[in-house]
């Protein structure tokens, strides 16, 4: 079975729905059989709980993100099954593929846990540079390894021996997962937004926490989007992004459109 074959059993038949206000997106709902949604439920309260995932027994949600109002849990080299599947080839390719973007097998990821009460988020498009290890391996995905090379601007370990490849980010997926049933009023949508300028709260659409679902886009200088506070329950997800060429963003936007790292 390839492993294109082998994603699509994990994934539900109902259609995804392609959105062009105010950018182009993707919704979907029952992403995934309810047999892998209950898995990774059931894997991320584990960690979020303060226990120890066996395939992933490092695994620690942290306050790792200066500016968010929230905790997160970064892909490594040492992520198991289940959230191995967001840093697999086959779901590298499916993203790729949706939105024509030229996927260098470059994956980052983390698992996010907003508390509720946690304050708005501020409109971004996540059109950010991204630093991985070229250690010279023929590793099918290549995820950030923080102890050879800093994600956020390409220093490395004089010890490690290896090459910075500068890339950017080039699709986000949100999958919502671990929700409580949603409602409106409770918060904790991502907010789409038409300008950078945009109050958090007057957004063009609204995207719900609803479990099993996610939201997709290519990151372009026109993917603004945002957290908005969440006053009753808790919100959590699992972030992950596709890199592309930097060669590739200079030519269609130039150099001024990638959002470094502050």
């Known amino acids: 079975m390839s492993g294109r074959e082998a994603m699509a ?26 047999a892998i949604h209950h898995e990774l439920e059931a894997a991320f309260d584990t960690i979020l709980s303060g226990g120890q995932l066996a395939s ?11 500016g968010y109002d929230a905790s997160a849990v970064d892909f490594d080299i040492r992520v198991g099954w289940p959230f191995s599947l967001f840093v697999s080839r086959p779901w590298h390719d499916l993203f790729a593929g949706l ?9 980052s990821g983390s698992l996010h846990h907003h508390a509720a009460g946690s304050r708005d988020g501020f409109v971004h498009n996540d059109l950010n540079p991204g630093w991985f290890a070229a250690t010279g391996g023929g590793e099918d995905v290549v995820i950030p390894r923080g102890d050879l090379c800093n994600y956020r601007n390409g220093t490395t370990s004089v010890a490690a021996n ?21 409602c409106s009023g409770d918060g904790g949508e991502t907010g789409l937004y038409r300008a950078a ?14 479990n099993n679902s996610l939201l997709a886009f290519e990151c372009s200088p026109n993917s603004l989007h945002a957290f908005r506070k ?4 808790a919100r959590n997800c699992v972030c992950v992004w596709i890199h592309r060429r930097k060669e590739t963003v200079l030519a269609r ?6 959002v470094p790292w502050q």
């Open 230 to 233: 969440n006053s009753r329950h």
């Open 99 to 107: 939105f024509a973007v030229d996927g260098i097998r470059c994956v």
């Open 253 to 258: 936007w130039g150099s001024s459109a990638i």
């Open 9 to 34: 059993q994990l994934l539900d038949r109902r259609p995804w729905v392609l959105c062009n206000d105010p950018f182009p997106h993707i919704r979907a709902e029952s992403v995934f059989t309810s």
């Open 56 to 66: 992933w027994p490092e695994a620690r949600f942290t306050r790792n993100m200066p």
């Open 197 to 210: 300028r945009d109050a958090i709260a007057h957004c063009v659409a609204a995207v719900p926490p609803l």
């Open 162 to 182: 290896v090459t910075a490849r500068e890339t950017v980010r080039g699709v986000a997926i949100i999958y919502y997962l671990n929700n409580p049933e949603w």
